[in-house]
């Protein structure tokens, strides 16, 4: 995980970005410049002509940065080390305004892990927002569902968002409460 604070950037092919806080897909052309001033969890906020762009690690590579490997398990892998590498993916998530994961964020309230008969396995994950009007809200939950279905021998998540019981500050975790100064 890496931190950018205004790196200068230029787009080096054409990339589709979401615009950040309204949630709105766009194109980005090759050759605009800005900076990156978010880079965790291998996607981007990039600052281009006065707004604020999510830029998926996908494709990193119009940054001129590298994409992120997805994860592995070992073979002889257990069902702990699946759920630990599910929540590893799920703090791989951002809100692309604040710089805390999603799970300190305390925006997780469940993560259930079933197995099927062929031995695959499905997530069900109920998770909130910070607000019920969020516009990056479908970007949010589109990333927790890309990055726990990267988990080998995840066949699907199933998010679910739900606002009861509505966030609020102190679901943070202690550590993200100190790193935003809340104490």
Known sequence: MFRHEHEPVTLTRDVEAIMVP????VTLRT????????????SFTVYIEGNLF?????D???L??????PPELPPDATDADVEELVWEQMRSCYDPEIPINIVD???IYSCEIKREPDG???VDIKMTLTAPGCGMGDVLVRDVKEKVELVPTVKRADIELVFDP??????MSEEARLQIGMF
């Open 22 to 25: 309204s949630g709105i897909p």
């Open 31 to 42: 050759g605009k410049t800005g900076f990156i001033t978010q880079a965790l969890g291998g």
């Open 54 to 58: 999510r830029i998926s690690g996908k």
């Open 60 to 62: 990193a590579d119009a």
């Open 64 to 69: 001129g940065k590298e994409v992120i490997a």
């Open 105 to 107: 964020l305390g925006l």
């Open 120 to 122: 695959d396995r499905v």
């Open 166 to 171: 509505p966030w609020n500050r102190s679901m």
